[in-house]
Each structure stands twice: as C-alpha cells, then as structure tokens.
C-alpha cells in the first residue's frame, strides 16, 4: 500500500498522544469505577448520570464495560440494562472478549456475533470486530463490514441560501467570523494543528437548519442502504430507529490533519466540505479523505479498505463510524474547513432532538 509510511508515522503519533494521556484517563477510569461501586449501595440515578459523564470523557476507550456489569448484577437487571445502555452510548465495548484480552479470536468473534444479533452494538464494537476477522483471517467477512463501494455515500447537493449565495460560501462566511472563538483541542484527539467549534443538533441560522434537514434526509436515505445488507451484516442488524446529530466544525490550515482514527459514539460519520482552499497549485488529492486498515489486528489481511477520496466544497460524505480514516498535512499554506457530524443511536437518555432514521 503507498500510504503505509505514511499511516505509520500518523499511528505512532496517535501512541504518542495516548501515552501522554495516560494520568487523565486513569483519573476518568477512578470516576467510573465509583460510579459502580455506587450503584451497588442502591444510588442508580446518581451513578448512572456519573458514569456516563466518566466514558463521555473517554470517549469509551480502555473501559472494561463487561466487568463493571458483571459486578452489577447483584443490583438487577434494571440497573444492568441501565449501565449497558450508558456503555453504548458512550463508545464503551461491552463484550467479554474487550474486557478479558486474550480470548481466542474465533471464540471473541462468536460472542460479538451474539451481541450483535441481540441489537447490543456501536461503533467501537464493529472496530474491534473488524480487527478480529482481519487476525482470523477472514478476509470476505471484514471486506463486508468495511465496503466502501456500497457503505460510503458521497453527494453534491446544490443548497442555496434565501439570497441565492451557495450553502458552502455562506457557512465559510459565518464560520471564519468566529474562527478568533473556536476552543482549542484537546490533545487526546486525533486532529492536529486544527481548531475546532462545536455545533448543537437544532442548530439556530437559517443556513445550518437548511445543512442540517439535508443530512436527515441524507441519513434516512443511508438507513436505507444498511437495511438493504445481507441479513447477517451488523449494519443490517444495527439500524437506529431515532438518532441524533452531534456536530463541530473543523478548520485547519497547511499543518492541520487528523490521525487514523474511528468515531466510537457513532453509528456514521459524515462531513460536509464547506471550504477547499489548497492552493493553485494543488493536485486532485490535496486534502483527501483516506480509508485504511483499522488500527487493531492485521493490517496486511486483504479486505480492509484502502481509498484516497479527493473533496471538494459543497460535497456531502456519510460512511460506517468504525472504518478507519485520516487526513494528511498539506505542508504549505491553505484553508480547510469542514462541518463534520456523527450520526449517533439515540438510545434512552439521548436528548429530545432525536430524529427518525426508517
């Protein structure tokens, strides 16, 4: 693969970035660990809000979610279902095999399988899953999990404004007037060198209600494509019946990119391409999206995605939350800014602004 340098480097900068978190995520892992001892002294409402609060932080990563329920199981089963929910929501894997490394692949892939089929699933699971069947080697099944040409939906809608003015122009208008605001990163994230705004879902301007009932319609569409999947397909079994839209936007210049990474809260991840700016002397693949092998497992098995996707402003992208992806740093000056969104399962104690996906 020609980007294999390349998604090395990018790789040992996301251990990079993981190690020097270590402290922080300990202190999180602390909070969720009291959050179950407090359950099982009887205070579910408090340790379930405390516990979701704990995984938000961590996005899910490094939880052992299946030990924390197995210790609830003296609270019953309503407080079990409670956590799990709560788990799933927040990127947390609630297999057994997560929790207890060393479970033999095929064995791991039969209980996922089994979690699946129950309707307990995210994005971080499906990424766990992917890396499996590539260490089994069970190219035909990981192919399927991450086939681009029928799970990645690209669209160029012509939106415009009430004045006539392309959607694209308006927003990178508003958006560059509070560009001195945008919060800084955090360096647990993937991105690098960008600066980032969070968007509410029922966003308030005209222009990003116009952008946002395209992107329903766009993800009703999508959950059309996944109920079209063979019936064994974890997408074909994973459709949220509500979901909800968490939204930011992203800006970067020359140096600015994104680490291989997946998006755990996820059910699809999607970006709208508001400003493609890479300079007159720029080739089609200037700011290209990439898709490559996840980063648990095989990365030599065949089946994984492998696909440089050149972009540009106005284009509107929706693809699997747990494929693997990433953007390369320009090395010169440019304006990159995009509105990217995870559509999320809104699963019990999601906000009110859930929308139909069927």
């Given at each position: ?98 929790a207890l490394p060393g479970t033999p692949p095929e064995q791991a892939l039969a209980e996922y399988r089994a979690l699946f089929d129950a309707g307990i699933a995210n994005a971080r699971m499906l990424t766990h899953y992917a890396g499996l069947l590539s260490v089994a080697g069970r190219s035909q099944e990981l192919q ?47 991105a690098v060198g960008t600066r980032r705004l969070p968007l509410a879902d029922g966003a308030t301007t005209p222009e990003l209600r116009l952008l946002e009932s395209v992107i329903r319609q766009a993800v009703q569409a999508y959950a059309g494509t996944c109920a079209a999947l063979a019936p064994g397909h974890p997408l ?123």
């Amino acid at each position: 693969m020609g980007d294999q340098p390349v998604i090395e480097r990018l790789q040992a900068g996301t251990a990079a970035t993981a190690a020097s978190s270590a402290e922080w995520a300990a202190e999180r892992a602390a909070a969720a660990n009291r959050a179950v001892a407090e359950a099982r002294h009887g205070n579910r409402h408090d340790a379930v809000e405390a516990y979701g609060r704990a995984l938000s932080d961590l996005r899910g990563e490094g939880v052992p979610a299946f030990l924390h329920l197995t210790m609830l199981e003296p609270a019953g089963p309503d407080v079990v279902r409670a956590f799990r929910d709560t788990a799933l929501r927040f990127g947390a894997d609630v297999s057994r095999a997560y929790a207890l490394p060393g479970t033999p692949p095929e064995q791991a892939l039969a209980e996922y399988r089994a979690l699946f089929d129950a309707g307990i699933a995210n994005a971080r699971m499906l990424t766990h899953y992917a890396g499996l069947l590539s260490v089994a080697g069970r190219s035909q099944e990981l192919q399927a999990l991450t086939d681009l040409d029928r799970l990645l939906a690209v669209t160029r809608p012509d939106l415009r404004t009430a004045d006539g003015r392309p959607l694209h122009r308006a927003l990178n208008d508003w958006f560059m007037d509070r560009l001195a605001a945008v919060e800084p990163l955090s360096t647990r994230l993937a991105a690098v060198g960008t600066r980032r705004l969070p968007l509410a879902d029922g966003a308030t301007t005209p222009e990003l209600r116009l952008l946002e009932s395209v992107i329903r319609q766009a993800v009703q569409a999508y959950a059309g494509t996944c109920a079209a999947l063979a019936p064994g397909h974890p997408l074909h079994r994973w459709v949220p019946g509500r979901f909800g839209l968490e939204m930011y936007a992203h800006h970067s210049d020359g140096t600015g990119h994104h680490q291989p990474h997946t998006h755990s809260r996820g059910w699809i991840t999607g970006v709208y391409y508001i400003a493609c700016d890479f300079g007159a002397d720029s080739t089609p693949t200037d700011g290209a999206l990439h898709f490559c092998p996840g980063l648990d497992g095989d990365p030599a098995c065949p089946g994984w995605p492998d696909r440089v996707m050149p972009v540009t402003a106005g284009m509107l992208v929706l693809f699997p939350s747990h494929v693997t992806h990433y953007t390369k740093p320009l090395g010169r000056p440019s304006h990159r800014l995009v509105l990217a969104f995870d559509v999320v399962d809104a699963r019990s104690g999601d906000g009110d602004r859930a929308h139909d996906a069927r």
